[in-house]
């Protein structure tokens, strides 16, 4: 079970009952920011400091090396992220 720790703020543990890492991320923190949940607009951008992430679809947004989309993406491993 891939654990998801947030700078600056406790893990978060994807047990893979929740479709992506922005549901689990929605649990611990309702304020995230997101808009579509399918990787178009880019609302949810979120840096990737450490770990390895999967796509469930590949995102129309732009992504910038070093970011990821939690809304269309699963954790392969323990990782480590910035919300800004």
């Not at 406790?10 to 990787?39: K, N």
């Not at 951008?45 to 910038?64: D, N, T, W």
Request: proline share 8%.
């Amino acid at each position: 079970m891939p654990e998801i720790t947030v700078a600056g703020q406790a893990a978060i543990s994807f047990d893979g009952s929740q479709p992506s890492i922005l549901h689990s991320l929605e649990q611990q923190l309702p304020d995230i920011s997101y808009q579509c949940r399918e990787g178009y607009c880019g609302a949810c951008r979120c840096k990737l400091l450490s770990g390895s992430i999967q796509y469930l679809h590949e995102p129309l947004a732009f992504v910038r090396q070093g970011e990821f989309l939690p809304c269309c993406s699963v954790p392969l491993t323990d990782i480590h992220i910035e919300i800004p």
